[in-house]
């Protein structure tokens, strides 16, 4: 089963003004899930947890500024950090990102990931879908998860942008139905980032728009 990612260009031109713009309230039509403009003392992004240990994801995960744009820096990862953060996911699906690999070594797969959670399961545990940069899987490939494993979307293979800021658009709650054949709940659970083993990957501003 396939799944391709679409990169509109009216999309990229609402990414682009938001992505130069302040972007700490919601708008119409547009709400900015984080652009770390909030960090404490030791770099770590405001409002985040990690998935298993704190001490070490802060570490791990720093905010950091590169010529007037802030984003989160991701290096030797081995776990994810999240943020709970609610939207109406049926009235702003599109979510958009940049990310930027800046090292990564033969084997580590997947290379970076982004996971969008519109719901919860009975157990109350998050129900995501992850978007993935991989070394191996062709862009496109999707992989049904299980009880405890994010149903998985490739957007990025291999080295191609190494080095470079790749910008990702996808509508999450088209691919949510799709892979769950179930509306989402009415709000949002959050998101979640992961850089993969041995990693260097930065994470730009993340934000929802309406179609």
Known sequence: MKHVAAMASVGALVVLCAFSAPMSAQSAGLLVLDEYSAKDADGFPTAWKAQRQETKARKQYTVQTEKGMTFLA???????VYKRIAWDPKAMP??????RVKKAPAGADPIAAVFVSLDTDLL????AT????S????VGTMTEGGLFDASEIVLQKGSRGFGEWVEQRVNAYEDFKRIHRHEPAAQAW??????GPGVEVDFGPII????
Request: net charge positive; glycine share 8%.
């Open 74 to 80: 991701a290096k030797g990862a081995d776990q994810r």
């Open 94 to 99: 599109i979510v958009t990102w940049r990310w």
């Open 124 to 127: 109350v545990i998050p129900v």
């Open 130 to 133: 992850k978007y993935v940069w």
């Open 135 to 138: 070394q191996t899987k062709d």
């Open 190 to 195: 959050g998101i979640s980032l992961l850089g």
């Open 208 to 211: 929802v728009t309406a179609p």
